[in-house]
């Protein structure tokens, strides 16, 4: 039996619910979206018709074509209710009117067909959505895996998740490390940053996007400024430019650039980014160095520890909707500040006995966090971490 992600049952109850809402279920490419969906329809005796955007060109005509498929198969079946579930939805310029318009349509004379759309662009949804579709809808969002979910679908160790990192499909090639490194970069890297941004996305300057993500990659877990990534780019832009493409690599689900906390909002929005990978594989492919090379020197494999645990949070706080930042003052520094409902957790991550952690002391003092977390030597292992949910410390 293929695994099944915990997000699977909420689909079901959702889907087994009166119709009330449009389903959209969103996340990056190569997480098990249309798997997860396809699931879901076989756990259900409901009758369905599943269509993908992927190769689209005539946009909202062909929305409205697959929903009179589904309206005639209703038809015929004479069931009382049936779902259209539209894969990659967000590919389609103004999807959303043409779903508001057929939705409504549908309300009004109390049609029996519920929608699931399903997209890999989380700005491109959210823009739809927001624009056209308020109070219509309801998210679910489907991450990237964690370690507990490679652990029990596939066996991953600790070690093997931190390098390796959460992408199913490449599972199977770990033990062929070079092919695995080919994989993650042709097919995953490559595809994400072409079909979910530059296909859909104005990119003045896509070299100077993917120099950006590659440096980024090579610097997560460091707090780096804008200017001073220009000064590695063999390309003219400006501050604005690379925040915007960072904004565009963030949505994709590759590369997040974490704001510094400070309180008030508009100095987290001008504070320098501390770069952060979504998923350890877009770290890993892109190194010379091995897996067993890299686990052998302690101070880099402790910069893969602690990017592995900012991956962790970093997905988390999208499934659960927290706040994630860092903090620094002078030469005090908190690795991560978790934030929500007014509640604030201070997490430091100490792989590196000798390194100096006098931050905690002193954000503790100035901001009086909910509670303030150790991982590594002097706290939690950072084995038992990776399988934390990280949503419970806010209780």
Not at 77 to 90: C, G, N, P, R, T
Not at 195 to 201: E, F, G
Not at 319 to 344: I, P, Q, T
Not at 361 to 374: D, E, G, S
Request: proline share 3%; with cysteine; aromatic share 10%.
């Amino acid at each position: 039996m293929a695994y099944q992600r915990p997000q699977l049952q909420q689909v079901i109850t959702r889907l087994k619910e009166p119709r009330r809402f449009i389903q959209v279920l969103y996340g990056p490419r190569q997480v098990g979206k249309t798997t997860l969906i396809t699931q879901a329809l076989g756990n259900l005796e409901i009758p369905n018709h599943f269509a993908s955007a992927d190769l689209v060109t005539n946009g909202q005509v062909w929305i409205e074509q697959q929903w009179e498929v589904a309206r005639t198969l209703a038809a015929q079946s004479k069931a009382k209710e049936f779902i259209l579930v539209i894969d990659e939805v967000q590919k389609i310029e103004n999807w959303s009117e043409a779903v508001k318009r057929l939705w409504d349509r549908d309300s009004l004379s109390k049609g029996p067909i519920k929608v699931v759309l399903l997209g890999s662009s989380r700005l491109l949804l959210q823009q739809g959505l927001t624009e056209s579709l308020a109070g219509r809808f309801e998210t679910i969002y489907l991450g990237h895996w964690s370690f507990s979910e490679m652990r029990d679908a596939f066996g991953f160790t600790p070690e093997q998740f931190v390098w390796f990192g959460g992408y199913p499909g490449a599972a199977s090639l770990i033990h062929e490390e070079e092919r695995w490194k080919r994989y993650v970069v042709d097919s995953l890297i490559e595809t994400s940053i072409t079909r979910d941004i530059l296909l859909l996305t104005r990119v003045d300057k896509p070299a100077l996007m993917r120099r950006l993500f590659e440096l980024g990659c090579a610097a997560s877990g460091q707090i780096l400024s804008f200017t001073k990534i220009m000064g590695q780019l063999q390309d003219v832009g400006n501050t604005v430019t690379l925040a915007h493409y960072l904004e565009l690599l963030e949505t994709a689900g590759l590369l997040a650039g974490l704001e510094k906390f400070s309180g008030k909002q508009h100095r987290q929005r001008a504070s320098s980014p501390k770069f952060q990978v979504y998923n350890m594989a877009l770290l890993s492919a892109q190194q010379a160095a091995t897996f067993e090379e890299t686990k052998s020197d302690p101070a880099l494999w402790g910069r893969w520890v602690e990017s592995a645990i900012g991956t962790h949070l970093v997905n988390e706080s999208l499934a659960h909707c927290f706040n994630l930042y860092y903090w620094r003052e002078r030469s005090d520094e908190v690795d991560f500040v978790m934030e929500k409902g007014g509640k604030v957790i201070a997490l430091e991550v100490k792989t590196n006995p000798a390194r100096q952690t006098k931050g905690m002391a002193a954000f503790t003092k100035q901001w009086r966090p909910h509670k303030i977390l150790m991982i590594g030597k002097e706290g939690l292992s950072w084995q038992d971490f990776l399988t934390t949910r990280v949503n419970d410390l806010f209780q």
